[in-house]
Nanobody, 116 residues
Framework: QVQLVECGGGVVQPGGSLGLSCVASGITFSRYVMSWYRQAPGKERELVASIGSDGGSTNYADSVKGRFTISRDNAKNTVALHLSGLKPEDTAVYYC?????????WGQGTQVTVSS
């Protein structure tokens, strides 16, 4: 059974930082491209960042470049997202996704709220 479990969400003040992590089980993690998406209320889910299977390549949405950092540890089946310089518009449910060829899996999401 495949599981992606995110954790680390919470409430943070504008300008603050937060770390999210996603632990995968039931897949050969090192084969999968891992991504973080987010969905704000009333908006479509959007790609935030992705990282290649070996961690050698990363990609970020323009809105988070320079503020968010994605990383992975294939030995621990974990992908992380470090969020800094947080803004109220970063408030959303954050999801991790694993993709290999035509197969993809989603986590259940973790809420990040940026508010003073």
């Amino acid at each position: 059974q495949v599981q992606l479990v995110e954790c680390g969400g919470g409430v943070v003040q504008p300008g603050g930082s937060l770390g999210l992590s996603c632990v995968a089980s039931g897949i050969t993690f090192s084969r999968y491209v891992m991504s973080w998406y987010r969905q704000a209320p009333g908006k479509e889910r959007e790609l935030v960042a992705s990282i290649g299977s070996d961690g050698g390549s990363t990609n970020y949405a323009d809105s988070v470049k320079g503020r968010f950092t994605i990383s992975r540890d294939n030995a621990k089946n974990t992908v992380a997202l470090h969020l800094s310089g947080l803004k109220p518009e970063d408030t959303a449910v954050y999801y991790c996704k694993a993709k290999y060829s035509l197969t993809q899996y989603w986590g259940q999401g973790t809420q990040v709220t940026v508010s003073s």
